[in-house]
């Protein structure tokens, strides 16, 4: 039974496509790191997990971006080191303190189980980065302090660990609390498997057993491990495939394959946009639908709000900078619309904005003169006309510089 909040707040509804990730990963944020308690089965003992003094969550990524150690610690902190503390409860019912240990993850673990009898703990996962790093499993035993330590490499291959599910920050690798059981706690690892990307309701799991004093590990029930490597390499096989069409992609000129659903409006735009302004920074993409969609006036007003935040923003001591790409199968309403929100607009009320056009190149200059008096950046692509690949974006995306952390770039921008 835990208190407080430890765990990572997942957003499930949506995927980020991560620059260096061979598949879709989710999005994730984390609550800054605060006190918790867990308690053990029978309540009979309980663990403070007390993380190293508060911080700026700004400061902190700022720090890992230079590398610094300790990151996001304060000058004057007075708690340097997580800790933990044991207690036990009395036959008047009161909780004493058995006994203290520091802690070895950089600001705290994300969750902990203790034993009834007060004497062994054992820590999971690091806050920000849950199943990577060598302090994942930490064991501690009363009296002796650090009895050893895991990392997922450990006792999990390679390619069942790039099977696995995650997110920007983390990857799940547990389900549930692990237990005590005897001389060892048992863990219910995580099997990849494709039906659980779609429906997280069927993620299967096999047993582990860790033994507390020797940190031996064991995997009881061979036939079940098997058929979890099995079902990871399968996994795997799945994200080259999608690597492999993702590389072919990016390699291959980018052309406006009609007819084209919403979906693959975005798409184009996002690569359009890459490839034709800026490799490794992207606006918003707003298709305007058939004049007979259901929808249809929703993604007009979508496209209008747009330019209207360019004009609460025209003043520079508010200013909103805006960004972002227009398409649709529709051409010649997409021209009635454009050329009407620019008609309306006075003069310099769209400078803060950067937009790319989809449309063909016929309707250039028209677009152009109408929103010359805006000061909007315009920039045009022809659906019809392929776009080759990005020298740039490649680079970004196949040959990074291995001092960035895509992660973390948004901070060179504070």
């Not at 969750?111 to 004497?119: E, F, K, L, P, Y």
């Not at 429906?199 to 995997?219: A, F, M, P, Q």
Request: net charge negative; hydrophobic share 40%.
């Amino acid at each position: 039974m835990s208190f407080g909040f430890a765990q990572p707040i997942q957003y499930l509804c949506f995927f980020l496509f991560s620059v260096l990730a061979s598949e879709p990963v989710l999005a994730d944020s984390w609550a800054p790191p605060r006190q918790a308690v867990f308690e053990s089965d029978s309540g009979a003992a309980r663990v403070t997990i007390i993380p190293r003094d508060p911080f700026s969550l700004l400061e902190y990524f700022r720090d890992k971006l230079d590398e610094r150690k300790d990151p996001g610690l304060p000058p004057d902190a007075s708690i340097v080191t997580a800790s933990a503390v044991i207690e036990m409860k009395n036959g008047s019912g009161d909780w004493v303190t058995n006994w203290k240990v520091d802690l070895v993850n950089e600001v705290a673990p994300v969750t902990a189980i203790v034993s009834d009898d007060g004497q062994y703990l054992v820590t999971f996962d690091n806050w920000h980065r849950a199943g990577y790093g060598p302090t994942t499993i930490v064991r501690y035993k009363r009296g002796k302090g650090l009895l050893g330590a895991h990392d997922l490499e450990s006792f999990l291959p390679p390619y069942y660990l790039q099977a696995l599910p995650r997110s920007v920050s983390s990857r799940s690798w547990k389900k549930g609390d692990p237990v005590f059981d005897g001389e060892g706690f048992r863990l219910a690892i995580i099997a990849p498997n494709l039906d659980s990307k779609a429906d997280r309701s069927k993620i299967k799991t096999v047993e582990l057993k860790i033994n507390l004093e020797s940190g031996h590990v064991s995997k009881s029930d061979t036939r079940a491990w098997i058929e979890a490597m099995l079902s990871a390499l399968n996994v795997q096989k799945m994200q080259l495939d999608w690597e492999s069409n993702r590389i072919e992609a990016e390699l291959a000129p980018l052309v406006a394959k009609y007819p084209m659903s919403e979906g693959d409006w975005h798409h184009y735009m996002r690569e359009a946009w890459f490839r034709t302004i800026e490799p490794d920074s992207l606006g918003a993409t707003k298709h305007l639908r058939p004049i007979d969609h259901v929808e249809y006036q929703k993604s007009e007003q979508w496209i209008k709000d747009e330019f209207a935040e360019m004009v609460e923003g025209k003043d520079e001591a508010d200013w909103i900078y805006t960004e972002m790409s227009i398409a649709s199968s529709d051409q010649q309403n997409l021209l009635k619309l454009l050329s009407a929100i620019a008609a309306d607009a006075n003069p310099g009320d769209f400078r803060w904005g950067k937009v790319l056009i989809v449309i063909e190149e016929q309707y250039w200059r028209q677009l152009k003169d109408a929103f010359k008096h805006t000061n909007l950046k315009l920039h045009f692509v022809d659906p019809k006309k392929a776009i080759p690949a990005s020298q740039q974006r490649l680079k970004i995306l196949f040959n990074p510089d291995p001092r960035r952390d895509d992660e973390l770039d948004f901070l060179e921008d504070l």
